[in-house]
């Protein structure tokens, strides 16, 4: 399978807004560890939540944008197989989250907040894009 130019960029955008999304939050775990050490860890695992979290937020967003181009492709007639397959990849990938959440909270070497954070990330820019595009049209 051929990946689309839309499905590439659409990656690309949530790729990198979820990178600099992490990166910030990584910068206020190292402000708020200079302010209340105790409070908030900055360590190995600040930054393996980061990488996980982003990897996985990313990956899920790739994953939905090969099955909308997969189910694109299909015919009027395979509408009802084309609903399924669109459900059979919400299923997993929303698994694959919940997976990676587990691992979160009960993997000592993964920060949970740093872990669990990009995972809302593309939902927002997805808003935020469109917000901001529906203004430009008025």
Request: hydrophobic fraction near 55%; aromatic fraction near 10%.
């Amino acid at each position: 399978m051929v990946v689309q130019d839309a499905v590439k960029k659409e990656t690309t955008f949530i790729a990198v807004g979820t990178a600099v999304v992490s990166l910030l939050v990584i910068v206020v775990f190292f402000i708020l560890h200079q302010l209340v050490p105790g409070y908030a860890p900055f360590d190995y695992t600040v930054f393996l939540g980061a990488i996980g979290g982003t990897i996985v937020a990313v990956g899920n967003f790739f994953w939905m944008g090969l099955t909308v181009q997969k189910i694109t492709g299909m015919s009027e007639e395979e509408t009802d197989r084309a609903r399924s397959t669109m459900a059979v990849s919400l299923r997993y990938r929303t698994m694959l989250q919940l997976l990676w959440v587990v691992l979160s909270i009960f993997v000592p070497a993964i920060n949970l907040v740093t872990g669990v954070a990009p995972l809302f990330v593309p939902s927002i820019l997805i808003k935020i894009r469109g917000i901001l595009s529906a203004r430009k049209g008025r």
